[in-house]
């Protein structure tokens, strides 16, 4: 079993900067990031695969948020730049531990807690 902790959220004004981290505690194959707000779905934000050669990306983050892992701390970041009011969100850390589960339809095995994002305007 391999625990996921999210760290790096918080509170920021509209146009700041936040970056989310993830530290598994096992190795995995892919790992990403989904959010979701209140009264809301959770939805998929940004995904990418252990070689770090693939990565996926919402459409409503492309431009501004980078995923990046580093594998010899089994960690992966999200790097959200230019955050807007609909940004703010509890954002989820998630990993697979097979090549069956990557990008925005996973499946995923591993889920953190989450970790709560708010952007004022």
């Known amino acids: 079993q391999v625990q996921l902790v999210e760290s790096g959220g918080g509170l920021v004004q509209a146009g700041g900067s936040l970056r989310l981290s993830c530290a598994a505690s096992?190795?995995?194959?892919?790992m990403g990031w989904f959010r979701q707000a209140p009264g809301k779905e959770r939805e998929f934000v940004a995904s990418?695969?252990?070689?770090?050669?693939?990565?996926w990306n919402a459409d409503s983050v492309k431009g501004r948020f980078t995923i990046s892992r580093d594998n010899a701390k089994n960690t992966v970041y999200l790097q959200m730049n230019s955050l807007k009011p609909e940004d703010t969100a509890v954002y989820y850390c998630?990993?697979?531990?097979?090549?069956?589960?990557?990008?925005?339809?996973?499946?995923?095995?591993?889920w953190g807690q989450g970790t709560q994002v708010t952007v004022s305007s």
């Open positions: 998630a990993a697979s531990k097979t090549s069956n589960g990557y990008g925005s339809l996973g499946p995923y095995d591993y």
């Open positions: 096992g190795r995995t194959y892919a």
């Open positions: 990418i695969i252990w070689s770090a050669s693939s990565t």
